[in-house]
């Protein structure tokens, strides 16, 4: 007899006895049933790619998305909804159709079973399931926002990360912690995510195979991706992400191999839990591998202000680090480019430098980074930017400046350089202590520079009014190597009113400098006796070490 079209009516959801298939028998039962739904949801994906648009496919889409909505209501996964889970994967398969599959699956119910077909114990359904929510997840807002918000969409894609369809759910969870740090804590949050992407990350780095390659190469895209987004905003999850078992052995695993995509999402990965925190920096970078990765992200791309951050908190988080990071070779040199450049990335790279520097109290580093073509204009330029930029910028001039006269003077010739610190020190709204110690760098850089110093207008003034124990330390000083520079000099600071009483007091004071406060008087007294001096006393250069001190405090 030949085939024919015949209705299922018995096994088919009410209202969707139109699924056709071929069939000879006019009421099949049990697995035959199944296999022929299945059969008919397939012709009826044909139909939806043979005749897009023509009403028969707008009937089978009506029909596939029928089977999955009825089988939300029923709360289970029947044998119609397995059968157009099946045919709606098939058309995922080809992306000039995903707009049908969009439009199956636009009502909540079908979502809701789609959903739900993750965790049925068939394995078919559940990968059929995943592929839908991949491709849902990578079509953009608002449908991957769709998912990522159903409730247990989460859960059934990580229970799908350790079944039996790990390809299409490592997808769609990337797709969903892409969209927003909600979605992404909501993957987070949910038991055994972190541990199934790791894991998956791990087998496809020791995989050989395209598959599961890719596979774990996604799987350090969603980590990275998780890293970025909550290490910088909860840090509840950053620490639970930190804590799972094998993840920044892994992540420091793939950063060892030194190439391919898996490299660069571990390094950003790394990269992200080191700029979230000095503490997590200081446990991060001690592994094998990781800072000479880190460092590579320097060498351009978008990842470099992500990489200068790490860095900074690599070089706080204490000072044998800080050590570690500038003997790292081309460091100094890659960091002072990326302050000359400005920006963000700019005001963090000065940051990194300058703690580095004082952790390792290196005149030798500081004369290689003054020598740095543009540096110092950077520096400068970045002064403007206030708040901790503006500190870092003035403290790492300081140092440059304290170890090298030449940088002194050649700063010092730039357009305002001393008369905006100068500023800055007499109006005491905007004052700071590093300003005050920026004079002093080139006070005592030599008799010329001490002499401009004192020729700002009102400078001397402010600089007795600041002078004192504590704070005021660094004014006293900036008074004593002006005082120390030449006999003239050391009249000028005599003739200010208050600034005999002030040195006396400190000289008296416990303050360590009080030493130099009372060589400046002996000084101000042999300039006033007309004895010149023939050069400053030895005893002077230890100014530079109390300066660079107080300002460390």
């Known amino acids: 007899m030949p085939r024919k079209f015949t209705q299922i009516t ?12 071929y069939s000879q028998d006019a009421q099949p039962s049990g697995d035959r049933a199944a296999a022929l739904l299945r059969s008919a949801a397939l012709h009826q994906a044909q139909v939806v790619v043979r005749r ?25 996964c ?55 929510l991949s491709m849902l997840g990578q079509s953009g807002l608002p449908h991957t926002r769709r998912v990522g918000e159903h409730k247990g969409a989460a859960r059934g894609l990580v229970a799908a990360l350790r079944g039996g369809a790990p390809a299409h759910a490592v997808v769609a969870l990337h797709a969903i912690c892409l969209e927003g740090a909600d979605l992404a804590g ?6 055994g995510a972190l541990s199934a992407l790791v894991a998956l990350a791990g087998a496809g780095r020791t995989t050989v195979g395209c598959a599961g390659g890719i596979v774990g190469a996604t799987a350090f895209f969603a980590l990275r991706t998780l890293c970025v987004i909550l290490c910088a905003r909860d840090e509840g999850l950053k620490q639970r992400m930190i804590a799972t078992e094998g993840l920044l052995e892994e992540l420091a695993a793939a950063l060892r191999a ?17 700029a979230a925190s000095p503490d997590l920096a200081r446990r991060v970078a001690g592994a094998d591998g990781v800072l000479a990765g880190i460092l590579k992200l320097l ?8 990489a ?134 080139f006070a005592r850089a030599g008799a010329d520079l001490a002499r401009r110093v004192a020729d700002q207008d009102g400078v001397l003034h402010a600089l007795v009014a600041a002078a004192g124990p504590g704070d005021g330390c660094n004014a006293m000083l900036t008074l004593a190597a002006v005082a120390f520079a030449e006999p003239e000099l050391a009249r000028r600071v005599a003739a200010e009113k208050g600034a005999l009483g002030a040195l006396t007091v400190f000289a008296q004071s416990e303050d360590p400098a009080r030493g130099e406060a009372a060589k400046a008087l002996e000084a101000i007294a042999s300039a006033r006796s007309g004895l010149v001096r023939r050069a400053a006393p030895k005893q002077a250069a230890k100014g530079s070490t109390n300066s660079s001190n107080q300002f460390e405090q």
């Open 10 to 21: 018995s096994y088919v959801p009410k209202g969707h006895a139109h699924i056709l298939c």
């Open 52 to 76: 897009p648009g023509a009403p028969a496919a707008r009937a089978a889409l009506s029909a596939l998305s029928g089977a999955l909505r009825a089988s939300c209501a029923d709360q289970g």
């Open 78 to 132: 029947g044998s119609a909804a397995a059968a157009a889970l099946a045919a709606l994967a098939t058309l995922c398969a080809r992306r000039s159709a995903w707009h049908c599959v969009l439009e199956a699956l636009e009502s909540d119910d079908a979502l809701a079973a789609t959903v739900a077909a993750l965790s049925s114990c068939d394995p078919r359904i559940a990968r059929d399931a995943a592929a839908l």
């Open 186 to 191: 909501r993957v987070a949050s949910e038991e």
């Open 258 to 274: 030194g190439s391919g995509a898996a490299w660069s999402e571990a390094a950003c990965a790394l990269a992200a839990a080191c």
């Open 299 to 306: 060498s351009g791309g978008n990842h470099v202000v992500l």
């Open 308 to 441: 200068v951050e790490a860095l900074t908190n690599v070089a706080i988080a204490g000072p044998d680090l800080a050590r570690r990071l500038m003997l790292e070779d081309g460091v100094p040199r890659r960091l002072a480019a990326v302050v000359c450049g400005g920006g963000g990335a700019g005001d963090n790279a000065a940051v990194a430098l300058t703690v580095a520097c004082m952790a390792q109290h290196d005149a030798a580093l500081a004369l290689r980074l003054g020598a740095e073509e543009g540096l110092v204009e950077a520096l400068w330029a970045a002064l403007e930017r206030g708040g901790r930029t503006r500190l870092c910028a003035l403290g790492l001039l300081n140092l440059i400046i304290l170890h090298s006269a030449d940088l002194a003077r050649s700063t010092a010739d730039a357009q305002g350089v001393l008369g905006a610190l100068a500023a800055a020190v007499v109006d005491k709204n905007v004052c700071s202590m590093n300003e005050i110690v920026t004079l002093y760098c």
